[in-house]
């Protein structure tokens, strides 16, 4: 079983920068992918990042160049680096893991952008 626990969301400045954390426990090893997803209330939930195994990284258009995925040696923590963030980044952001043909999530981080 895998459990993901986010944190590290927060109220920030337009222009500031920001880093969630994703704890993994369990068959944290299994996963085959682990990423990211946000969501604003009343809206469908958005790719954000996601790294494989193989360390194969991909982006959502809307975050490219400006967030960074990446995660610990031993796969048990899952990180996105988030700079120049803009007030449409403000949404619900969740970890997930892909274990099998199981989507496993966490239970969010809120992250507003304001000023």
């Known amino acids: 079983q895998v459990q993901l626990v986010e944190s590290g969301g927060d109220l920030v400045q337009p222009g500031g920068s920001l880093r969630l954390s994703c704890s993994v426990s369990?068959?944290?090893?299994?996963?085959?992918?682990m990423g990211w997803y946000r969501q604003v209330p009343g809206n469908t939930r958005e790719f954000v990042a996601q790294m494989t195994a193989g360390s194969q990284k991909d982006y959502g258009d809307s975050v490219k160049g400006r967030f960074t995925i990446s995660r610990n040696v031993a796969r048990t923590m899952v990180y996105l680096q988030m700079n120049s963030l803009t007030p449409d980044d403000t949404a619900v952001y969740y970890c997930?893991?892909?274990?099998?043909?199981?989507?496993?999530w966490g239970q969010g981080t809120q992250v507003t952008v304001s000023s």
């Open positions: 369990g068959s944290a090893l299994s996963a085959k992918a």
């Open positions: 997930y893991a892909k274990v099998g043909s199981i989507v496993i």
